[in-house]
């Protein structure tokens, strides 16, 4: 059975950083692409960042293009979400999210998933 462990999240200063990470039991994550979104109370599910199964081309929303790293750590089993400069828009309930699939494309729609994460709170206030 596929199990997720994300962890990281917290709360921060605007402008502070966090490095969220999911670690997948259950299956190899280099087989899948691992998305990460977030859902805030009262808006709809977002993709943040995704990670294909082939190559190094991630994907990322706007809004987070320049502060948000996502990276794989194969050894580990773990994908890892670098947040920096972050703004109390980024506060929301993070999940990480898997589909196997191999592909150098992944998706920031949450409908292309299908193995979700129970979810790590991030909280940005001052």
């Known amino acids: 059975q596929v199990q997720f462990v994300e962890s990281g999240g917290g709360l921060v200063q605007p402008g502070g950083s966090l490095k969220l990470s999911c670690t997948v039991f259950?299956?190899?994550?280099?087989?899948?692409?691992i998305g990460w979104f977030r859902q805030a109370p009262g808006k709809e599910r977002e993709g943040v960042s995704c990670?294909?199964?082939?190559?190094?081309?991630?994907e990322y929303r706007d809004s987070v293009k320049g502060r948000f790293t996502i990276s794989r750590d194969s050894a580990k089993n773990t994908v890892y979400l670098q947040m920096d400069s972050l703004k109390p828009e980024d506060t929301a309930l993070y999940h990480c999210?898997?589909?196997?699939?191999?592909?150098?494309?992944?998706?920031?729609?949450?409908?292309?998933?299908?193995?979700w994460g129970q979810g790590t709170q991030v909280t940005v206030s001052s």
């Open positions: 999210a898997a589909v196997r699939i191999q592909s150098a494309m992944c998706s920031l729609f949450s409908s292309w998933y299908d193995q």
């Open positions: 259950g299956f190899a994550a280099d087989d899948y692409a």
């Open positions: 990670s294909p199964s082939i190559g190094k081309r991630p």
